[in-house]
């Protein structure tokens, strides 16, 4: 007869670093990793095939590397089990199991955190939920932090986090003498456009991530995306090479040209590290220690290294924050009461505005687009056209391979579609045709013209720019920061105003309501 049981450790899809606080103190005599695939995963929202590939070939790898250390795992495959849901799946098994406790590292999204909680009510078996030791502000110094505040802004929290860290920081002061190389990032490539790139290293899929890429291609035939061009790290090992390959190849540029886009060029100098990081293949502190050596060395300039550092150590630290703080209320938030369908074409590509077809058809292909793109472009557009933010949510957790809630969530309803009112954004991200025109070569070839708002070639984003302002003039005319664009909107004449609301009108018609 085998000893009971003492810990079932969950290992969750995006807990797959090899430090995993819930493997802390295992004892394979007595304990067991608990792993599963599960359709709901895949199938709550229409996920993209390389966000579902992604996960299951990082967490066979994940598994076979515990089992190769003597680590009993205990692995439900996709379709091998009856279980659709993780908390079905993982009820069966505490039955069957009967351990004494049930430990897992907090889990990223606030749906998976209640149905674990609900597992061990049901079962009595107590769960034992562990301070996840991956991110550099764990939740209860970010409420600490952030209780009382009148609002949570980035720049705020971003250079407490420095300042508590220590990171680019010489004493008290931020290293080079400011917090925000800001005016030296941000460039557009120019007419000459951005020139010879380097190309990312990729990684070919090996047997069993080969394996993986067949059976998501059976199991989820209808699903939306392309697995040709799978070429994701789906292990620690090939998330370093990543990481190394970025801050010797791409990094010196990074921040200058971390907001311009190109047609054809999804990468640029993008690190493409964020679906490592959200399964946990590779730590925050791994990635910024890498960068601050480049810095070090004189490979890459305070600029660069800043503006990269602001993303992982500002930015995902603060939305991972935010998203405890306020789910599950963020859900529900639609303040700007927008009421449309999104687009079908957000899910085809196929659209006759160039900027668009461009963003989405990569995403289709690639399960990436960089963070302009997102908000930029297609975050843009569905918020000037005023599609319901839940639809809009829905969409980017599914399509991007680095897709999880916590960091998805506050990125789509917050800074891109201001459905919270402004509890992470402080006015809403909106421009005309003219940003994109700025910072891309996408109007090149579109049938459009981003200075026309009214007319045949006039282009929807030009038009419902407008729109947006004059639909919200009540809200945001007075606002500190908002305010110049709103006055712009004054200047308008009411014959142009007329127009413009009758061409934007007809924008939004035909994509109809969207479904509450
Ligand atoms: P880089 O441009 O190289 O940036 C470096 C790293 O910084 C990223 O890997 C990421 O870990 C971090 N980072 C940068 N910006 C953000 C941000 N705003 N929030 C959180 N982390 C950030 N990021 C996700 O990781 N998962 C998501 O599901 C996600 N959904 C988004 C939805 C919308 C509407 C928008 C506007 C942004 C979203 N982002 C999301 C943030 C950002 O777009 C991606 O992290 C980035 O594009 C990933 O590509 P990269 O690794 O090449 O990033
Ligand atoms: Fe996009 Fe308008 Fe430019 Fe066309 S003209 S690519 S629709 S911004």
Not at 87 to 105: H, N, S
Not at 382 to 411: F, I, K, M, S, T
Request: glycine share 8%; charged share 25%.
């Amino acid at each position: 007869m085998s000893p009971p049981l003492r810990h079932l450790v969950l290992a969750l899809g995006d807990q797959l670093d090899p430090d995993n606080v819930a493997l802390g103190g295992i004892d394979p005599r007595q304990d067991r990793v608990w792993m599963a695939e599960v359709r709901e995963e895949a199938t709550h929202v229409w996920s993209h095939k390389a966000r579902i590939a992604l996960f299951l070939a990082a967490m066979r790898h994940f598994r076979d590397h515990l089992r190769a250390q003597g680590i009993p795992v205990e692995y439900r495959q996709l379709g091998t089990h009856p279980h659709e849901s993780l908390a079905t799946a993982l009820a069966a098994d505490v039955r069957r199991l009967a351990p004494a406790r049930l430990v897992v590292a907090e889990p990223g999204d606030w749906r998976v955190r209640e149905a674990l909680g609900a597992v061990s009510r049901e079962t009595g078996v107590p769960l034992e939920v562990r301070q996840d030791a991956h991110f550099l502000c764990p939740t209860a110094d970010f409420n600490a932090w952030s209780a009382g505040r009148r609002s949570i802004r980035l720049e705020h929290f971003y250079r407490w986090l420095r300042a508590r860290t220590g990171i680019l920081m010489d004493g008290d002061a931020p290293r080079g003498g400011r917090w925000n190389f800001d005016a030296d990032n941000r460039a557009a490539f120019g007419r000459a456009g951005p020139g010879l790139l380097p190309a990312p290293r990729g990684f070919a899929p090996d047997a069993l991530t080969r394996a993986v890429l067949a059976e998501v291609e059976v199991h989820y035939p209808d699903h939306p995306g392309s697995l040709a061009r799978f070429d994701w790290p789906v292990t620690p090992a090939d998330a370093k090479q990543a990481l190394a390959d970025f801050i010797a190849h791409r990094l010196p540029q990074f921040g200058r040209y971390q907001d311009a886009m190109w047609a054809g060029e999804p990468w640029l100098y993008h690190s493409r590290l964020s679906a490592a990081l959200n399964l946990k293949l590779i730590s925050p502190r791994q990635v910024i220690e890498a960068s601050l050596s480049a810095l070090d060395d004189g490979h890459a300039p305070l600029a660069a290294v800043e503006g990269f550092v602001r993303q992982i150590l500002g930015w995902r630290e603060l939305v991972r924050g935010l998203y405890w703080r306020h789910m599950p209320g963020w859900l529900a938030q639609n303040a700007l009461d927008a009421d449309r369908a999104l687009p079908d074409f957000y899910w085809t590509g196929e659209t006759d505005l160039a900027c668009l077809r461009e963003a989405i058809g990569q995403t289709l292909a690639l399960g990436y687009a960089h963070h302009i793109q997102r908000l930029m472009v297609t975050g843009l557009y569905a918020l000037l056209l005023g599609v319901r933010p839940q639809a809009v949510h829905a969409w980017y957790l599914a399509v991007y391979v680095d897709a999880v809630e916590w960091a998805e969530l506050p990125n789509t309803l917050g800074m891109s579609q201001y459905a919270d009112g402004g509890w992470l954004a402080s006015k809403p991200y909106v421009a005309s045709g003219r940003y994109i025109q700025r910072m891309s070569d996408y109007c090149k070839g579109c049938r459009y013209d981003p200075a026309h708002a009214v007319g045949e070639r006039a282009c929807p984003f030009t038009t419902l720019y407008w729109d947006f302002l004059d639909r919200h003039r009540d809200r945001f005319a007075e606002h500190p920061r908002a305010g110049l664009q709103w006055r712009n909107l004054a200047r308008l004449d009411d014959a142009t105003l007329m127009r413009i609301r009758a061409q934007a009108a007809g924008l939004r018609d035909a994509v109809g309501e969207g479904p509450r």
